[in-house]
């Protein structure tokens, strides 16, 4: 069973930045493709940005060339670093890790974006 827990949420205000860890447990982490997401309020929950296993990265057209998406395998850890942030960022974020046979998800940061 892999944990996964989000960190970083917050309230900032427009054009400022944060970053959002999610901290995976278990040994699988190196060997897992793992994604952010995110839900609007009111909306569906929409895909932002992943990484594999060799560290290729993809984002969804709405945060490409704001938001980055990295791993260290050494902590278990993948981060969403999202700059210049706008209201319409404003979501839980959530963390996915899939496997070969498993697909966990975290339980979600909130981030606001309002001034």
């Known amino acids: 069973q892999v944990q996964l827990v989000e960190s970083g949420g917050g309230l900032v205000q427009p054009g400022e930045s944060l970053r959002l860890s999610c901290a995976a447990s278990?040994?699988?982490?190196?060997?897992?493709?793992m994604t952010w997401y995110r839900q609007p309020p009111g909306k569906q929950r929409e895909w932002v940005a992943a990484?594999?296993?060799?560290?290729?990265?993809a984002y969804a057209d709405s945060v490409k060339g704001r938001f980055t998406i990295s791993r260290d395998n050494a902590k278990n850890t993948v981060y969403l670093q999202m700059n210049n942030l706008k209201p319409e960022d404003t979501a839980v974020y959530y963390c996915?890790?899939?496997?070969?046979?498993?697909?966990?998800w975290g339980q979600g940061t909130q981030v606001t974006v309002s001034s």
């Open positions: 990484i594999s296993t060799d560290s290729s990265t």
């Open positions: 996915r890790s899939q496997g070969s046979s498993n697909d966990y």
């Open positions: 278990g040994s699988i982490f190196s060997r897992s493709f």
